[in-house]
């Protein structure tokens, strides 16, 4: 276990020992404090605010900073307003509020010392308002940040509305590139849908201290392409791929641009999140082979709950049992758009299942699959489809790819006509080199060369639901500027209801 791991252990602890404390103080039965939001519930009831307080902690980005604002307001309660004592209570709650909770000289003052403070209650509000808003922005730069699982990309290891936290610290806390920006809000503003940040002022990259991103990490990342989007399709269709296609119909680049005025540019830090699993790291090689990924020579096992589509034969006596299908596989009967379990056109009664190869092996256990139906899918399609989209050079489809090198800062790359296709984006844009071809020979910022150093760490990343993730075989590296953190647990999950076998769960 790491010392970050230790460390997070030791502070969730001391914070909820002292809320224990606190609460007893206040007259709420102590044990209330262990159980996460139940806690927050009670210090609702008690401070008498109204109780969609409560609720609105459950929006997303917002309600961590309402979560924040309660807490302060609670701490208020014990007769403590000044800006030292609410800093205390946000940044250092593992300490402070052992302190408040167990300390012969604190006691629960209730709600008429909030009232008889010299500043207005209202006022009051407004201030601890700002400061949530003020602490909470702090915290989401640089230690932690809810995102929600938006695609079925990463299933079963995430599903589709898991919302996580995201750990700033696993890899060092990046400094914000455009700082001066609206707080809570990506890259759009609601409601008018205009940039949420200002590009006067621009920091370059810079990471605190940095750890290295490891193998098999699960990573949120900015979309590598996403530096230009086109409005209409944003990161659904990323605008390198609609310009491919435009091309290929006879267009130019220059006449898209004048064809269209909604093709927006996105510094780093405000392209798109994306998340997914690094299956290899600078200096590694891979490949994959009729859909098995291959490290270093290596196989690369799959990890237990990424899923894959299986071909299912039955007899057609019986149907999968609804319950099994809904708790097992976790597919959504009503969804009309329905790509975890279909009907397999022209052929009867064959299925086509996305699973896990665990649940596979339970379909094949059901008395009316045929044996040794249960097959996986083989998706050899996908030729000219995927990165680096050079045809002449790199036969390549999305179960049969590579092999590829990832290259690390100060590792060198021979330049030939054969080897630049997949690093010609890295020099160009990641990197800010002009790159010109002539006669054979290559020319990096007007000066003839023959080789090339890499100035940043670079990643391969891929999804565990492998036939249904856009993910590095369609856009090619990550570069280590564009890494957000480390998706570390599954804080809540929602399908028509709680998951709750899935709350609280760490993301291996």
Same mark, same amino acid.
């Not at 807490?71 to 030292?84: A, C, P, T």
């Not at 300390?103 to 500043?119: F, T």
């Given at each position: 276990m790491s010392w970050g791991w230790i460390i997070f252990i030791l502070a969730t602890i001391g914070f909820h020992i002292g809320l224990y404390g606190m609460f007893k103080k206040a007259g709420i039965a102590p044990w209330k404090a262990f159980v996460p939001f139940y806690n927050t519930w009670e210090m609702v009831e008690k401070m008498q605010l109204k109780k969609y307080w409560f609720f609105l902690q459950f929006i997303p980005v917002v309600g961590q900073f309402i979560t924040i604002w309660i807490?302060?307001?609670?701490?208020?309660?014990?007769?403590?307003?000044?800006?030292?004592h609410h800093a205390a209570a946000?940044?250092?709650p593992f300490l402070y509020f052992p302190y408040l909770?167990?300390?012969? &000289? #604190?006691?629960?003052?209730?709600?008429?010392?909030? $009232?008889? &403070?010299?500043?207005?209650?209202?006022?009051e509000w407004v201030d601890a308002a700002v400061f949530a808003v003020v602490a909470a922005t702090i915290i989401r730069t640089f230690v932690f940040e809810a995102y929600t699982i938006p695609t079925g990309s990463m299933e079963k290891t995430l599903l589709v509305n898991d919302f996580l936290f995201v750990s700033k610290t696993g890899y060092g806390p990046r400094q914000p590139m455009t700082p001066l920006s609206f707080p809570f809000v990506h890259h759009t503003l609601p409601f008018t849908g205009g940039k949420s940040y200002l590009e006067w002022i621009k920091l370059p990259y810079k990471r605190f201290f940095e750890?290295?991103?490891?193998? &098999?990490?699960?990573?949120?990342? &900015?979309?590598?392409?996403?530096?230009?989007?086109?409005? #209409? +399709?944003?990161? #659904?269709?990323?605008? +390198?791929?609609?310009?491919?296609i435009y091309e290929a119909r006879g267009g130019t680049r220059e006449q898209l641009l004048a064809e269209r005025d909604d093709i927006l540019v996105r510094p780093v830090d405000k392209r798109e999140n994306f998340i997914k699993r690094c299956v290899a790291v600078p200096g590694d090689t891979l490949q994959i082979r009729d859909g098995i990924l291959y490290i270093n020579g290596r196989v690369s096992e799959a990890p237990p709950m990424a899923e894959a589509p299986y071909y299912v034969t039955t007899d057609g006596r019986t149907p999968f049992p609804d319950e099994f299908l809904t708790k097992e596989l976790n597919v959504s009967l009503d969804d009309a758009d329905q790509r975890d379990f279909v009907q397999v056109p022209d052929r009867p009664n064959t299925f086509r299942l996305n699973m896990t190869e665990e649940q596979a092996k339970k379909v094949q256990a059901f008395p009316f699959v045929v044996p040794g139906s249960v097959v996986r899918e083989l998706n050899t399609a996908g030729f000219g489809n995927t990165f680096p989209f050079d045809t002449a050079h +790199? $036969?390549?489809?999305?179960?049969?790819?590579?092999?590829?090198?990832?290259?690390?800062?100060?590792?060198?790359?021979?330049?030939?006509?054969?080897?630049?296709?997949? +690093?010609? *984006? @890295?020099?160009?844009?990641?990197?800010?080199?002009?790159?010109?071809?002539?006669?054979?020979?290559?020319? @990096?910022?007007?000066?003839a060369a023959d080789r090339y150093t890499f100035k940043m760490n670079y990643f391969w990343m891929m999804g565990d639901n492998r036939?249904?993730?856009?993910?590095? *075989?369609?856009?090619g590296f990550v570069p280590e500027d564009h890494v957000v953190g480390k998706a570390s647990l599954i804080w809540f999950s929602w399908q028509n209801g709680p998951r709750w076998n899935r709350i609280f769960r760490s993301i291996h």
């Open positions: 807490f302060i307001l609670f701490v208020e309660h014990f007769g403590r307003f000044s800006l030292l946000v940044f250092l909770g167990f300390s012969k &000289n #604190e006691r629960y003052a209730g709600g008429d010392i909030v $009232k008889n &403070n010299r500043k207005s209650a209202t006022r750890r290295p991103v490891l193998r &098999n990490d699960v990573v949120v990342f &900015n979309y590598p392409v996403g530096d230009t989007v086109i409005g #209409e +399709y944003q990161s #659904e269709v990323n605008y +390198y791929d609609y310009l491919r +790199y $036969k390549w489809s999305e179960d049969n790819f590579g092999p590829l090198w990832v290259p690390g800062k100060g590792s060198v790359l021979v330049l030939t006509p054969q080897s630049i296709a997949p +690093y010609r *984006r @890295i020099i160009q844009v990641y990197e800010g080199n002009s790159l010109e071809e002539r006669d054979g020979k290559f020319f @990096i910022n007007g000066a036939h249904n993730s856009q993910d590095s *075989r369609f856009w």
